[in-house]
């Protein structure tokens, strides 16, 4: 069984970077066709967006509203995936969640694995 | 972007119960390949969204059949029959159709009466 578990500094100040890391386990991040995503939802909000990584070419997707600020990379060797949010504001104050994604091929297509989340608070 | 809309933004049932969750895209999710990429989630307080449904109808493993998803086009439907307590929580559709960027519908919290 897969699973997700994220990790990250808790607390960032505003205009710094936000780096967050999601340590896959129970399958390869390289291997299965699979795509891994960044989702966040702000307290007591629905959920956003952030974008993928295909880890086998690199290959990712943003979402667009957040694109000039985003980066998701993957490290194959440890079997992780991570984000970086830059000139980060209160506004990026959020729950941050990692979640796997099967491509259409797949009969059970879509996210279906996610780690628990992880609170990020964006403060001075 | 895809917007989806979902209806309405909280449902208070009785248990034993039936509910239903609307939501509506601003495009098709028909796909090229014929499927409708169509997800829905349940976020129970506290944790992370478990999937129950993907292609609009199809039914995760584990998910109670007292779930059942429909539609097709740009309108869909979740529906919890004969409700439970443990079903309180908000719901979330999600497209994936449009696959460079994944849309979340609003979310619809259920509550029991």
């Known amino acids: 069984q897969v699973q997700l578990q994220e990790s990250g500094p808790g607390l960032v100040k505003p205009s710094q970077t936000l780096s967050l890391t999601c340590s896959v386990s129970?399958?390869?991040?390289?291997?299965?066709?699979?795509?891994w995503n960044w989702i966040r939802q702000p307290a007591g909000k629905g959920l956003e967006w952030i974008g993928r990584?295909?880890?086998?070419?690199?290959?990712?997707n943003y979402n667009p509203s957040l694109k000039s600020r985003v980066t998701i990379s993957a490290d194959t060797t440890k079997n992780q995936f991570s984000l970086k949010l830059t000139s980060v504001t209160a506004a990026d104050t959020a729950v941050y969640f990692c979640?796997?994604?099967?491509?259409?091929?797949?009969?059970?297509?879509?996210?279906?694995?996610w780690g628990q989340g992880t609170l990020i608070t964006v403060s001075s | 972007d895809v917007v989806m809309t979902q209806s309405p933004l909280s449902l208070t049932v009785t248990l034993g119960q039936s509910a239903s969750i609307s939501c509506r895209s601003s495009?098709?999710?028909?796909?090229?390949?014929?499927?409708?990429?169509l997800n829905w989630f349940q976020q129970r307080p506290g944790q992370s969204p478990r999937r129950l449904i993907y292609?609009?109808?199809k039914r995760d493993s584990g998910v109670p059949d007292r779930f059942s998803g429909s539609g097709s086009g740009t309108d869909f439907t979740l529906k919890i029959s004969r409700v439970e307590a443990e079903d309180v929580g908000v719901y979330y559709c999600?497209?994936?159709?449009?696959?460079?960027?994944?849309?979340f519908g609003g979310g619809t919290k259920v509550e029991i009466k």
């Open positions: 129970g399958g390869s991040i390289s291997s299965g066709s699979y795509y």
């Open positions: 292609k609009a109808s």
């Open positions: 990584i295909y880890s086998s070419y690199g290959t990712t």
């Open positions: 979640a796997r994604e099967a491509p259409g091929f797949y009969d059970s297509s879509g996210l279906d694995h």
């Open positions: 495009q098709r999710l028909v796909y090229s390949d014929g499927n409708t990429y």
């Open positions: 999600m497209q994936g159709t449009h696959w460079l960027a994944l849309t």
